[in-house]
């Protein structure tokens, strides 16, 4: 049966509060779909069952996971080639430089959901930039889900996923076949840390970050909630440093700190000044 509106409105609340996400009224099909698979894997009817539960315990662990399947982005490797293209031919260029005496690279991958980014980030680093070998590489991932932290250390994708954007070389190169499936291999793996992060809760300690990557997060909050965390991103990023956006996102911070570059649609934006 179609969830009670009132019954939405409770779910749309607790969601805003646990993590800062903001569901409109027209998502309601949208959360019962997401809702549908996870309610029968629990022994509810429906995802309304699933969600009157809920909202009878909303601090419990069905709450944790109602949250995590809504959180759950689209995401693929080397989504939007736009921005992994700017990475390789003048971001990553200018740090080598930059960095150059002190050979640190520290990098964040935000809202990394099933690990498809950051793996896509080191794979291009590994196969681009052999001149980083000897540098001290500190490469964090982190999302709001346990659920898919838990998938992305393991590394472990469906044939369907590894034919959405992955280079048939990186395949060969960087994977080993486990049955039908296909897994990162050990040492690409132990490279990232990954880690859970509520962006709307706050931080654990960061390091200064060269690269960041947040795409397709700030989508999902209202523009209070977006200052604030680009506020933090801010103060995160090094003066020099580089931060990545989805298209559809305009940082709008309250001193309209960052400036977007001019590479062509890649979302890569710097601190002003």
Same mark, same amino acid.
């Given at each position: 049966?179609?969830?009670?509106?009132?019954?939405?409105?409770?779910?749309?609340?607790?969601?805003?509060?646990?993590?800062?996400?903001?569901?409109?009224?027209?998502?309601?099909?949208?959360?019962?779909?997401?809702?549908?698979?996870?309610?029968?894997?629990?022994?509810?009817?429906?995802?309304?069952?699933?969600?009157?539960?809920?909202?009878?315990?909303?601090?419990?662990?069905?709450?944790?996971?109602?949250?995590?399947?809504?959180?759950?982005?689209?995401?693929?490797?080397?989504?939007?080639?736009?921005?992994?293209?700017?990475?390789?031919?003048?971001?990553?260029?200018?740090?080598?430089?930059?960095?150059?005496?002190?050979?640190?690279?520290?990098?964040?991958?935000?809202?990394?959901?099933?690990?498809?980014?950051?793996?896509?980030?080191?794979?291009?680093?590994?196969?681009?930039?052999?001149?980083?070998?000897?540098?001290?590489?500190? %490469?964090?991932?982190?999302?709001?889900?346990?659920?898919?932290?838990?998938?992305?250390?393991?590394?472990?994708?469906?044939?369907?996923?590894?034919?959405?954007?992955?280079?048939?070389?990186?395949?060969?190169?960087?994977?080993?076949?486990?049955?039908?499936?296909?897994?990162?291999?050990?040492?690409?793996?132990?490279?990232?840390?990954?880690?859970?992060?509520?962006?709307?809760?706050?931080?654990?300690?960061?390091?200064?970050?060269?690269?960041?990557?947040?795409?397709?997060?700030?989508?999902?909050?209202?523009?209070?909630?977006?200052?604030?965390?680009?506020?933090?991103?801010?103060?995160?990023?090094?003066?020099?440093? %580089?931060?990545?956006?989805?298209?559809?996102?305009?940082?709008?911070?309250?001193?309209?700190?960052?400036?977007?570059?001019?590479?062509?649609?890649?979302?890569?934006?710097?601190?002003?000044?």
């Amino acid at each position: 049966m179609p969830m009670l509106q009132s019954d939405f409105d409770q779910i749309r609340k607790l969601v805003l509060e646990r993590s800062g996400i903001v569901l409109d009224s027209g998502k309601q099909a949208m959360v019962e779909q997401k809702l549908g698979p996870v309610a029968k894997d629990k022994g509810y009817p429906d995802a309304t069952a699933f969600a009157k539960e809920v909202i009878k315990n909303p601090l419990g662990g069905l709450s944790t996971m109602l949250i995590e399947e809504i959180a759950t982005p689209e995401t693929g490797f080397f989504r939007d080639n736009r921005a992994f293209k700017a990475l390789k031919e003048a971001v990553l260029p200018q740090l080598l430089e930059s960095r150059g005496n002190e050979r640190t690279l520290n990098i964040w991958s935000g809202g990394c959901s099933t690990g498809q980014e950051p793996y896509s980030i080191l794979m291009m680093l590994q196969d681009n930039f052999p001149q980083l070998k000897g540098w001290t590489i500190r %490469f964090i991932a982190t999302d709001i889900s346990q659920k898919l932290l838990s998938r992305a250390r393991e590394g472990v994708y469906s044939q369907l996923e590894m034919n959405r954007g992955l280079p048939a070389p990186m395949l060969l190169k960087y994977f080993q076949k486990q049955g039908l499936q296909w897994q990162v291999k050990p040492a690409i793996r132990s490279l990232i840390e990954f880690r859970e992060l509520n962006l709307v809760k706050p931080w654990p300690p960061l390091p200064k970050m060269d690269i960041i990557f947040l795409r397709n997060v700030l989508v999902y909050f209202n523009p209070e909630t977006k200052r604030g965390i680009l506020d933090r991103i801010g103060q995160t990023l090094r003066p020099d440093g %580089f931060m990545f956006m989805g298209m559809a996102e305009i940082p709008m911070t309250a001193d309209n700190k960052f400036e977007k570059l001019d590479y062509e649609r890649s979302g890569c934006f710097r601190l002003r000044g």
